[in-house]
Nanobody, 120 residues
Framework: QVTLMESGGDSVQAGGSLRLSCAIG????????ISWHRQALGKVRELVAS????????TYGASVEGRFFISRDSYKNIVYLHMNMLTPDDTGVYFC?????????????WGQGTRVTVPS
């Protein structure tokens, strides 16, 4: 009943922009840290951006800081990743994650991912 669904992945030329969406269902957004991660072929999954309660603290991975921006629409229950000045190094599958600590346990949920391709 806890679901995350990414959308918006596409092929974009270098220097272009793209917006990814993470639609959240089955839980209250404000109780969870929501984060974007990406994984390139043959590489480990890395953190891209996150927004965390209680004050919507935002962090970015070093490789995207200044180019990517995370935001949320609480009314629609969607978290966005705004991607600008894309390069071939940004190619990969982008995943949305929700997690929190509750009742002494770590709860973690992942979406299925959406692919972003930036041709060289």
């Amino acid at each position: 009943q806890v679901t995350l669904m990414e959308s918006g992945g596409d092929s974009v030329q270098a220097g272009g922009s793209l917006r990814l969406s993470c639609a959240i269902g089955g839980f209250t957004f404000r109780n969870y840290t929501i984060s974007w991660h990406r994984q390139a072929l043959g590489k480990v999954r890395e953190l891209v951006a996150s927004v965390a309660p209680p004050d919507d603290t935002i962090t970015y991975g070093a490789s995207v800081e200044g180019r990517f921006f995370i935001s949320r629409d609480s009314y629609k229950n969607i978290v966005y990743l705004h991607m600008n000045m894309l390069t071939p190094d940004d190619t990969g599958v982008y995943f949305c994650r929700a997690d929190r600590f509750y009742n002494g346990r770590h709860w973690e949920y992942w979406g299925q991912g959406t692919r972003v391709t930036v041709p060289s």
